[in-house]
């Protein structure tokens, strides 16, 4: 059911672990649906340096995070909000409608990291429209 | 595919036919292949296959060949049980009591009925997966028609307290029937004793072909058709029979329940050296299902902090074969509503393996999984937040 790249990065996850005191951290979903992700940003001069996860999940939930992350590394914090679901299911061939919701899960991740760092640094958060912790199963398609 | 291990622990969805079963149907595809209506002596021996699987069916069980009805399945044979029971005795009530824990087969059907008016209980179960007796009994009322409780569980291997319940449903005139699909070969069954009513079973289960089961009712237990049509199965299951099916029915269930105790004396040992063994290689791991009242093939737990579909995932590339009660796996949003009926919270219901073991399966079997098994838990802990905020809390 799943395509040779979601199996790629699902059996050989990209940017797995942890940045102690990263710049941002972005957690979105939770235990009862099955899936958490977490991000974490290493930011200078507004671009991502470096870029971790942990995720609980499923396949395709642990595959999406290692791509989304694969994709953000080396942009610009704009560049990195604008990475839509879409484009993350893109990159990794496809993934079966039920499973879509994990590729939000990516995005959420990162606007939530992005924001947590944009806090940080008493900027304005940007405005998400998207509640990425409930009911995550119906965004998407 | 590489020359890797292959270890099949999912005997609890299917299990492979037995050589000796596919040779005993297979002339009833070529030669022997007449229509058991017909009158010619190619009909009437394919006429006589079927009886003669019918008693060995009856045999198993302690049922008599006039009893048993042969459906397409499981499913087939929980759905008439269900539905005839209920359409025919509406008049009397409409109340139906079955658990929380049963098959979709059952829960899907009772859903059904719901929508036609009639009531439907579903009464909860322990930690354990046992049914609450007190529960089942101050639920019957004077409406109550069939108490449907399934003999073992699918998922956690539970035995339910069947003779009480048919002690229960005699006492007070309903009707019992029982799923014991996954307890044939497993359990030694006696629906006379047992005061069971009706009785289903699947062949797949026990080492017999797909596509093939069968119904035991009782005489004089009045239930309505399911399918409509010739008059096959004494006029009460319409349709050409599945000869071969059948005739494979017939022997699978013969040698399921030639040796129950010799079968499941070697099944367990196999079983609670892996179980043990997961149990100790593996912290934060909680078996789920009854200690001892188990199927003697099954193994259910819980593995904290991860998801049951990366597992299976993962264990399928290491070519170990097992199921799990996660949503993620099944297509659903919610894991299992067996977990979830034993008190799991999700998190803990999303991460459960189930692993069932079978005839083939060897004590290598068992040490290979108790090899791959502990590093891949490890390897999707240590990719798992949970995991991290249990162990930085911890420290």
């Known amino acids: ?141 | 595919m590489d020359s890797k291990r292959i270890v099949y622990m999912d005997h609890a969805a299917t299990t492979y036919v037995k050589p000796e079963v596919l040779e005993a149907m297979l002339p009833y595809f070529t030669e022997q292949f007449g229509n058991p209506s017909s009158v010619y002596t190619l009909g009437r021996k394919s006429r006589s296959a079927i009886e003669e699987a019918r008693e060995k069916v009856a045999k198993a069980i302690g049922a008599l060949p006039e009893e048993i009805y042969f459906t397409g399945g499981g499913s087939e044979a929980d759905n008439w049980a269900i539905k005839g029971a209920a359409f025919a005795n509406r008049a009397k009530g409409n109340h139906i009591i079955t658990s929380k824990i049963e098959h979709h087969a059952i829960l899907n059907t009772c859903e059904f009925l719901e929508k036609q008016g009639f009531e439907v209980t579903y009464v909860s179960v322990d930690e354990n997966g046992v049914i609450d007796l007190e529960e089942l009994k101050n639920s019957i009322t004077d409406k109550t028609i069939l108490i449907s409780i399934m003999f073992a569980n699918n998922e956690i291997g539970t035995i339910q307290p069947i003779e009480e319940i048919g002690r229960i449903a005699k006492e007070r005139g309903i009707i019992f029937h029982t799923d014991a699909v996954q307890a044939i070969g497993n359990v030694e069954i006696n629906v006379k004793d047992m005061n069971i009513d009706m009785l289903s079973l699947a062949a797949h289960k026990f080492y017999g072909p797909k596509g093939v089961g069968a119904l035991y009712v009782r005489k004089g237990i009045r239930i309505e058709n399911l399918i409509h049509g010739g008059g096959q199965e004494r006029k009460r299951r319409g349709g050409t029979e599945n000869l071969p099916g059948i005739v494979g029915l017939g022997k699978a269930i013969e040698l399921a329940t030639a040796d129950i105790e010799g079968h499941n004396a070697r099944i367990r040992a196999l079983r609670d050296r892996l179980l043990n063994g997961i149990l100790e290689k593996i912290p934060y791991t909680k078996l789920n299902g009854h200690p001892e009242k188990r199927l003697p093939g099954n193994i259910n737990v819980s593995f904290k902090f991860i998801e049951g579909e990366g597992l299976l995932l993962l264990l399928d590339q290491s070519g170990i074969y097992g199921s799990t009660g996660s949503a993620c796996s099944s297509g659903s949003l919610d894991p299992s509503h067996v977990l979830l009926a034993i008190g799991l919270p999700h998190e803990i219901a999303h991460g459960s393996l189930r692993l069932s073991l079978g005839d083939k399966n060897t004590e290598e079997d068992v040490d290979y999984v108790l090899d791959v098994l502990p590093k891949i838990v490890q390897r999707l802990r240590d990719m798992s937040p949970l995991y991290e905020n249990f162990i930085k809390g911890g420290r």
């Open chain 1, 1 to 141: 059911m799943y395509s040779d790249k979601v199996m790629d990065h699902f059996m050989n996850p990209r940017n797995v672990g942890e940045i102690e005191n990263a710049d941002g951290i972005g957690e979105v979903g939770n235990p009862k649906c099955g899936d958490i992700m977490r991000i974490y940003l290493d930011v200078e001069d507004n671009i991502i340096k470096d870029v971790k996860f942990k995720t609980f999940g499923c396949g395709a939930a642990i595959a999406s995070s290692s791509m989304a992350t694969e994709l953000i590394k080396g942009k610009t914090l704009e560049e990195a909000w604008r990475l839509t679901n879409k484009a993350v299911a893109e990159a990794l061939g496809g993934l079966p409608a039920i499973k879509m919701h994990c590729s939000v899960l990516a995005e959420g991740a990162i606007h939530k990291a992005i924001n947590d760092y944009r806090i940080k640094h008493g900027l304005e958060p940007w405005k998400d429209d998207k509640n990425y912790d409930d009911d995550h199963h119906d965004i998407g398609e």
